[in-house]
Structures are given as structure tokens and as C-alpha cells.
Nanobody, 115 residues
Framework: QVHLVESGGGLVQAGGSLTLSCAYS????????MGWFRQAPGKERDLAAA???????YYEPSVKGRFTISRDDAKNTMYLQMNNLKPEDTAVYYC?????????WGQGTRVTVSA
């Protein structure tokens, strides 16, 4: 059974940085793409960044150049380094496979960016 646990969220001022972590266990190993998704208040959950099992990355245009996704399968952990945060980055951030697997959604970690 797969478990995904997000951590690292918090309250930060605009221009600040945070690093999110996603600890995963179960059958998520080499061969699975993974992603960070986010859901802002009143909006749908969308993909913010993704990384393939080969390490190829994708970024949603609004975060490109500010966010960096990485994964360490030896530690069963995926990361999202977020720099120059903006109020519009405020959301609950979730990790999942990419494409997402409905049964794998966790509680997420909340990021709040104040102006």
C-alpha cells in the first residue's frame, strides 16, 4: 500500500522561501513519474511541478524559474524548493504520482504567503 506524507509548509512573507518534502512508501519507485500539485482557496487542484523517473522536469509557467522539483529514491523522498514566493502561491500542496492516482492523495501541506 502506498503512503505519501507531505511536510514543510508554513507562513512566509512574499519573496521568502520554503522547501516541501514528500516522503513516500510502497510501490513508488523507479519508473513512476511524480508531481507536486496545489489547490488554492476556491480553485481546483492543479499540477505545479513534475519529475519523471529519468529526472526530466516540468513546471507550470507561473512557477518556472522560482520552484525546483527533485527526488531521491534512495531516501524515498521528493522535494519542492520554492523561492521568491508570491501571495498567489498560497495553497495546499500535495504530492502524488504523475499522472495522479486518486487513492494516493494525502492531507497536503499548507503554504501561506503574506504580501
Amino acid at each position: 500500500q502506498v503512503h505519501l506524507v507531505e511536510s514543510g509548509g508554513g507562513l512566509v512573507q512574499a519573496g521568502g522561501s520554503l522547501t516541501l518534502s514528500c516522503a513516500y512508501s510502497g510501490p513508488i519507485k523507479t519508473g513512476h513519474g511524480m508531481g507536486w500539485f496545489r489547490q488554492a482557496p476556491g480553485k481546483e487542484r492543479d499540477l505545479a511541478a513534475a519529475i519523471s523517473w529519468r529526472g526530466a522536469t516540468y513546471y507550470e509557467p507561473s512557477v518556472k524559474g522560482r520552484f525546483t522539483i527533485s527526488r531521491d529514491d534512495a531516501k524515498n523522498t521528493m522535494y519542492l524548493q520554492m523561492n521568491n514566493l508570491k501571495p498567489e502561491d498560497t495553497a495546499v500542496y500535495y504530492c502524488n504520482t504523475n499522472p495522479s492516482t486518486p487513492d494516493f492523495w494525502g492531507q497536503g501541506t499548507r503554504v501561506t504567503v503574506s504580501a
